[in-house]
């Protein structure tokens, strides 16, 4: 399996597994049965379009709906909606914080999805084209490393931030502005890297 497949299983089965310790009741499980279906589809449509090279311009955008679940589930589970609708709470208060965190998980996931699709859209036309396959995968999984490495860099900066907001009290802003920034950094790096590398 190419090393973005692998990473991208393994952040996103990590975060199921924190989805499942955190929710409290049926809301939660619902929304991590459906975060793992919906990843479990778009790993599938990655691999299928890998193997046989098919709709190479015509990528899906199911990976992008990963992050509607968690988000739900902090909605239904803080704030004012969650005062009102308390037996619609899906992640338990305690797990609140570790949860918020672990959001960082899909989105990397989706980034490795990328990276891989991307790749593929690549590698693929090359060796049509009559290019060395050995040499063209070699370089493909290199540019792949480079892509999963600034991730990787970038979530890890980008989560100390949002930890660090949220342990200071002086600035502490609360968890859903400490997400949008976050967000704004992961993307801003991330958009970045790819301009000056295209």
């Known amino acids: ?75 239904f589970s ?21 949860f918020s965190l672990s959001i960082i998980l899909p989105e990397f996931s989706v980034l490795c999805l990328i990276a891989e699709e991307t790749a593929t859209r690549i590698k693929i036309p090359m060796i049509r084209a009559g290019y060395d396959s050995p040499e063209v995968e070699t370089e493909i999984n290199r540019f792949t490393k480079h892509i999963i490495s600034i991730g990787a860099v970038s979530l890890l900066i980008s989560a100390g931030f949002i930890f660090l907001l949220i342990i200071t009290p002086e600035i502490d802003i609360g968890i859903f502005p400490a997400i949008i920034i976050f967000l704004i ?3 801003a790096v991330i958009f970045n890297f790819l301009r000056k590398n295209a």
């Open 185 to 187: 950094v992961y993307m």
């Open 78 to 98: 803080s704030g004012y909606l969650a005062r009102y609708t308390s037996s619609f709470i899906a992640i338990s208060p305690s797990s609140e914080g570790l």
């Open 1 to 75: 399996m190419r090393i973005a497949l692998a990473s991208s299983l393994f952040a996103s089965l990590l975060f199921f597994f924190i989805f499942l310790l955190s929710a409290v009741s049926n809301l939660g499980y619902i929304l991590a049965s459906l975060f793992i279906v919906l990843f479990i589809l778009s790993l599938y449509l990655s691999i299928k379009i890998d193997k046989d090279g098919s709709n190479l311009q015509r990528f899906s955008r199911i990976k992008f709906f990963l992050f509607l679940f968690p988000i739900l589930a902090l909605i």
